[in-house]
């Protein structure tokens, strides 16, 4: 599974963005999706995770109530909605595929088998 990341860009606090990451081949429903950021000088971090269906998520505290993850099986994408976005929300995004039952939902890393280039997204101040 190939994924593409895109949607990042430049945006003033408060503002929203889209991302998306389509994935490559036939599998993608087979696959829980998530989305994760890293910052400069700081650990990649989990944002929020999909079943394979779509019908469970999970999301980081510090995104609550401000990302929506969601995903379309029939275009292979999955997408991140970010509202009210804040300076501290400013990383690289990247989207992952795993095929594990668990350590998806609570962002574990080693749960993903596939990773995109990452998505850059700055907000300004």
């Known amino acids: 599974v190939q994924l593409q990341a895109s949607g990042g860009g430049l945006v003033q606090a408060g503002g929203s963005l889209r991302l998306s990451c389509i994935a490559s081949?036939?599998?993608?429903?087979?696959?829980?999706m998530g989305w994760f950021r890293q910052a400069p000088g700081k650990e990649r971090e989990f944002v929020e995770a999909?079943?394979?269906?779509?019908?469970?998520?999970s999301y980081a505290d510090s995104v609550k109530g401000r990302f929506t993850i969601s995903r379309d099986n029939a275009k292979n994408t999955v997408y991140l909605q970010m509202s009210s976005l804040k300076p501290e929300d400013t990383a690289v995004y990247y989207c992952?595929?795993?095929?594990?039952?668990?350590?998806?939902?609570?962002?574990?890393?080693?749960?993903?088998?596939?990773w995109g280039q990452g998505t850059q997204v700055t907000v300004s101040s």
């Open positions: 992952a595929a795993g095929g594990r039952t668990s350590g998806w939902q609570t962002g574990t890393p080693s749960s993903y088998d596939y």
């Open positions: 081949g036939r599998t993608f429903s087979r696959y829980n």
């Open positions: 999909i079943s394979r269906s779509g019908d469970i998520t």
